[in-house]
C-alpha cells in the first residue's frame, strides 16, 4: 500500500502551518490543493511548499471551485503519482492529526475499505452545526438504507483509490460542501464496506469556516433529495445487500 494525505486549502494560511508542523513526522506524502485562494496565502503555501518539498506537493487550482473539487483535484494526482489510498483531512486544525497513524493501520488491514472518521466533539463545536449534523445523518442512512456510515461529514477519512478512481469515471460528484455527503453515500452504493473510526474533533477560535449557512444548506438539502431519488432506484439492489 502507498497512502498520502490530502489537504485542500482555500485561506487558511492561519492554521496551515500548524497543520503542517504535525503532519510532518508521519511521513507520509501530501498534495497541499490551493483552491483559488486570496494572494496571501497562496504565498505562505509556495513558501511551505519550497521549506516541504522532499513530502510534500502544491497544487494550485485556477480559481476557487469548491472544497469537492480541490478534493478530486488531489484524488487525480495521487492517482497518477502511484499512490493507493488517500487520507482527506481539513486544513483549519479541527482534526487530531496525530489519529492518522490509526487510520493507517485500519486501512492496511483492510485495504479495500473506506475508514471514516467519527467526530467526538467538545465544547468549540456550534450547535447549529450540531444539529444541521444530526439530520444530515438520517437522510444518509436513509438513503443508504443502513446504519454503515456513523457520520457522512466529517472530512477525516480513508479512501482506496481504485474505488474512487471507477466511481469518478462513472459519476459527477458535487464539488461544494455537499462533496462528502455525496461521495460517501456513492461509493456505499457501489459496494464499498465502512470502517468507523471515533476521533476528536476540536473548532479553533481563530479558525475559518467558509460553510455558509444558507447556500450550504440549500446545496445539502437538494444533494439529499437527489440521493433519495438514486436510493429509489438502487432499491431491490440495497435490499439485497442486506439479505446476503
Known sequence: MKICVIVPVYNHHKALKKVIKRLRPLALHCFLINDGSSVE??????????????????????????????????????????????????????HKIEDISHFVSISNSHPNHLILGKPCFDDTVPRKRLY????????????TLSFAINDGMCGFRCYPLLAVES???????????????????????????IINIPTDVHYPEDGISHFRMLRDNVLISLKHAQLFLGMILRLPKLVGRHLL
Open 41 to 94: 496565502c497562496s504565498a505562505i503555501l509556495n513558501n511551505i511548499a519550497k521549506e516541504e518539498s522532499q513530502w510534500l506537493t502544491l497544487y494550485d487550482r485556477d480559481s476557487n471551485g469548491g472544497k469537492g473539487a480541490a478534493v478530486i483535484d488531489g484524488f487525480l494526482l495521487a492517482i497518477r503519482n502511484g499512490f493507493s489510498h488517500a487520507i482527506q483531512i481539513d486544513a483549519d486544525g479541527q
Open 132 to 143: 444541521g449534523r444530526m439530520v444530515t445523518n438520517l437522510w444518509i442512512w436513509i438513503n
Open 167 to 193: 466511481l469518478l469515471s462513472s459519476t459527477r460528484i458535487a464539488h461544494h460542501m455537499d462533496f462528502d455527503i455525496d461521495i460517501v453515500v456513492q461509493l456505499y452504493w457501489h459496494g464499498l464496506d
